[in-house]
């Protein structure tokens, strides 16, 4: 029989984890009953855990109810660990919701309710702590019914499941219950007016189909009411059904003590096997786990949750075989903390140390801010920055602290605008026009054409969705990334002959920028759902703190004496709002957040000012697009990009006889203020005219027209500084300790097992061309060569792996990065580019089909012996026309002979 998957899941301090001991004890499977205060729970295996009396990390159980193997899941229940609760919901066939009876449905409550009608995962409802002074059931299943809805009925008292014989008010309680439960079918209905009650199977459907919700009361630390909720749940579950294709989803990345990495994942078809293979990588162990102990198995069937030991490239939410691709996180971290490092400490090796973190937490998002020189991670709030500082020390030995958290806002627009970008210095040609339009709250960014391929060939088409997706674009108000927008791609031009790959980046992220300069931008901040429960004497006082907080609430019901207030507020202004609660409700009030989602910023100005974005002073993100005329590549400003665009507007607001005058920035320039009422609608560039306010900035900045010196910024930001100098505009993915780290990248994303290794300088200094031009500018020769090998990769599909001597850079400790679709590494000081090929082709060469591109003869001597196959620079450069041939004929002429022209058709004499 196949295992049922079950979770657990509660608001923090319901009883879940007590609730987990009891269906443990009860069920068998552990023979005394932990407690949390004791620090003795089956399921609290780590230190942190027992130290804190909280969930933090989730774990499994495995047990039998009714018959039925099952394994339990438990998951964290405080809000700052809704991310490691959120991935388990992936692998679950039925959850158990835990209610605490003395408080009822709480905001987090709501939240996780949400979430499980997300993911459509069927649920269990237990109310627990019933021995409470003041609880009642009867209010209590009303309070369910009203929060979350006519499906919660109550299943107590009605005796499903159970062995015994049945009471008359059992009889009574069950004929009762049918009555309800006919009324959530129409099927069951006619075979209740038919037969006069409800199967069981009937009622198991229902709950898999989430039409009903059971109910059940007790306390799970008196073990009432546990055991009929295990008769009852246990024979209502079903075990899923799984096809015999293999796949898996993976919902956790961990770490046992030893160090070694373990992939948690759900067997979801098929069956995996040791010394079988998990995404391209051998498993070498496979782990059952049940608490902190495990057993080992050969195999792990369908249903089956386990810990593969052996695979090193797998993530948490990751699809293996026939599994299908998951939904994205619907819960995010909202701030953002810079981690500060005791001194001395080397900061790139605590970078990758926290990278194994992020492993295992994804939602983190470990960034390294080279601006400030600080490494910034976002999270839920202050308890999990204790949580996090004491397990970096534990891990690591790193005694860090957390700087101030900041909020995370986002920004969108309110009504569609286009957007064009325009990319073409000498030799490079791309245009891209963007229609950007305001979606759905929550919906994130969706990306799609409309683009004739008459017009622009699919190839390109596909590869400026793929700019599209890539990077992160910031807003032009606060400079936070852009959410809930719907990205179309409508134009799009290439030339025959000088397009290439990262002409149509560059035109593809011009055009994002341009079209947001342009649009009526609105910033977000992310908002809580509250509940607060306070003496009727203070309920004043909270709704007038709510309301100057640009919150929202409702007054629910109270008992006289307390009231209760529900609604949503800004995270920043709820801050620290608990401790100001407990002050003047003398520590009687209860105040419970959960993330409500980002909605418009309830003071805009105010961000705006803190933030002190410049959207035009961003190297990273610019808004201005490069022109050709003369044979020279000359800057256009952004707002000024329409009178030169090649391809006609889309016929929305035409900006093309305007001038960066036309765009009002300020209500009033000269005291460089922003006008409240534009930031308030969410606008800071509206299509009014105001001639002097563009004038008058730029005469306070200092700033002038575009001119010489702009243009060159421009190309050094897209080539580098006109000087010989190591490549630096890629992002460092790991610090090359690890000989075998990039080919073991490449293997992952590469189609195909070819690689191809090019000796870098050897390759400039034989080819005429580049020679030439390394004498002038040994950087443009590099960026050259690696245009030229990221063109040969997108069309071959080889994973090109492009290496430089720097073992003459004193110092330096080598750099393996990512430059667009090849892997750059810059060697150590002093190691050559030949020790490290010779090296890399000693421990690829019997396991990949590998190429080594020089002309150095004891370097190719060395290759032929570890089985690689050679390239000279000659051979190589060859390789590289015919490939450059196949491309034009197969896709850049290709547009030549599209549509129903009379030109195709007239002879060519």
């Not at 005796?159 to 009471?167: E, K």
């Not at 306070?534 to 004496?561: K, N």
């Not at 700033?703 to 630096?728: C, N, Q, S, W």
């Amino acid at each position: 029989m196949n295992n049922t998957v079950i979770g657990i899941l509660a608001h923090v301090d319901a009883g879940k984890t007590t609730l987990s001991e009891s269906l443990l004890y009860l069920s068998g499977a552990i023979r005394k009953q932990g407690r949390v205060d004791n620090r003795d729970a089956f399921l609290d295996t780590y230190e942190l855990e027992k130290d804190r009396g909280i969930t933090i990390f989730s774990k499994q159980a495995r047990l039998t109810l009714h018959g039925k193997p099952v394994i339990l899941l438990d998951t964290p229940g405080h809000a700052d660990f809704s991310a490691e609760m959120e991935r388990t919901l992936q692998v679950l066939d039925y959850v158990i919701l835990v209610i605490s009876g003395a408080d009822g449905v709480q905001g987090h409550t709501k939240t996780l309710w949400r979430l499980l009608e997300e993911y459509r995962i069927p649920a269990f409802i237990f109310v627990n702590k019933m021995d409470q002074p003041g609880t009642d059931r009867e209010s209590l299943m009303g309070g369910l019914t009203d929060m979350l809805g006519d499906s919660c009925l109550d299943f107590s008292g009605t005796g499903i499941g159970s062995a015994a014989d049945h009471s008359e008010h059992d009889k009574e309680a069950r004929r009762a219950l049918d009555d309800r439960l006919a009324m959530c079918d129409e099927s069951v209905m006619e075979y209740y007016l038919e037969n006069g009650y409800v199967t069981d199977e009937q009622i198991a459907s229902l709950i898999r189909e989430r039409k009903v919700f059971p109910c059940y009361f007790g306390s799970a630390l008196k073990l009432t009411g546990v055991q009929e909720f295990i008769d009852g749940a246990g024979s209502l579950i079903r075990p899923g059904v799984y096809p015999g294709e293999f796949g898996a989803r993976v919902y956790k990345i961990s770490r046992d003590e030893q160090g070694r990495r373990l992939t948690f994942l759900k067997v979801t078809g098929g069956e995996l096997k040791v010394r079988g293979m998990l995404d391209d990588e051998k498993v070498s162990e496979i782990r059952l786990y049940s608490g902190a102990k495990y057993e080992t198995a050969d195999s792990a069937a369908a249903g089956q949750i386990a810990a593969a030991a052996g695979p090193v490239k797998t993530c948490a939410g990751e699809c293996i075989g026939c599994e299908k691709a998951g939904m994205l996180p619907l819960l995010e971290p909202v701030l953002t903390y810079n981690i500060i490092l005791p001194p001395g400490t080397d900061v790139h090796s605590a970078l990758l140390k926290f990278r194994e973190l992020e492993e295992e937490d994804p939602q983190l998002h470990i960034v390294w801010e080279k601006s400030v020189g600080e490494i910034h991670v976002r999270l839920m709030g202050e308890i999990q920055t204790q949580i996090l500082g004491q397990l970096i020390r534990d891990r690591y030995g790193l005694d860090v602290s957390f700087g101030e958290g900041k909020i995370l806002y986002k920004e969108t627009i309110k009504e569609s605008v286009e957007g064009v970008g325009h990319f073409e210095p000498l030799r490079h040609y791309a245009e891209v026009h963007l229609r950007l339009e305001p979606g759905e709250p929550g919906s994130g960014l969706v990306f799609s054409s409309e683009c004739s391929v008459n017009q622009l060939d699919r190839n390109w088409q596909r590869l400026v969705l793929t700019h599209l997706a890539e990077k992160s674009h910031k807003g032009v108000l606060t400079g936070s990334p852009i959410t809930d927008m719907k990205i179309v791609l409508i134009a799009g031009r290439a030339h025959a002959k000088h397009t290439e790959g990262g002409d149509f980046r560059q035109a593809t992220y011009r055009a994002v920028r341009q079209g947001l300069m342009k649009a009526r931008s609105v910033i977000l901040e992310p908002f809580y759902d509250f509940s607060l429960q306070l003496p009727t004497a203070q309920i004043g006082r909270a709704m007038a703190d709510i309301e100057r907080f640009g919150g929202s609430f409702t007054l629910g019901g109270g008992d006289g004496e307390n009231s209760l207030l529900t609604g949503q507020a800004p995270v920043s202004e709820m801050r620290g709002y608990q401790t100001e609660v407990a002050s003047y409700t003398g520590g009687t009030g209860r105040l419970s957040c959960s993330s409500a989602g980002y909605f418009p910023c309830h003071d805009p100005a105010a961000v705006w000012e803190e933030m002190a974005y410049d959207p035009e002073s961003d190297p990273d993100n610019t808004p201005d697009s490069v022109f050709c005329s003369h044979g020279a590549g000359f800057a256009v400003p952004w707002y000024a990009v329409e009178k030169y665009m090649h391809l006609p507007g889309a016929g929305l607001p035409d900006y093309s006889g305007m001038t960066g005058q036309d765009f009002e920035w300020y209500d009033d320039a000269s005291a460089g203020t922003p006008d409240q009422d534009m930031l308030s609608e969410g606008n800071i560039y509206s299509e009014k005219t105001a001639r002097e306010a563009r004038d008058t900035l730029q005469q306070k900045r200092g700033g002038t027209a575009a001119g010489e010196d702009e243009l060159m910024a421009i190309f050094e930001r897209t080539y580098g500084p006109v000087k010989p100098r190591l490549h630096d505009s890629t992002t460092i993915i790991k610090a090359p300790a690890d000989k075998e780290y990039v080919w073991k990248e490449r293997a992952k994303r590469g189609k195909t097992g070819d690689f191809l290794l090019v000796d870098g300088y050897n390759i400039i200094f034989t080819w005429d061309e580049l020679s030439s031009l390394a004498a002038h500018d040994m950087g443009a020769a590099r960026d050259t060569l690696m245009d030229i090998l990221s063109n040969y990769q997108g069309y071959t599909g080889k994973s090109v792996i492009l290496v430089f001597d720097a073992y003459k850079v004193q110092g330096f400790r080598g750099e393996v990065s990512r430059w667009h679709n090849i892997d750059l590494v810059f060697t150590k000081e002093a190691e050559t580019a030949d020790q490290y090929i010779e090296k890399t082709a000693h421990v690829m060469g019997g396991r990949y089909n590998v190429t080594v591109a020089t002309s150095d003869g004891t370097e190719q001597v060395i290759i032929r012996s570890e089985g690689c196959s050679l390239l000279s620079a000659h051979d190589f450069k060859e390789e590289i026309e015919r490939v450059n041939r196949q491309i034009r004929e197969e896709h850049l002429d290709k547009q030549h002979r599209t549509g129903n022209y009379l030109g195709n058709y007239i002879p060519k004499e």
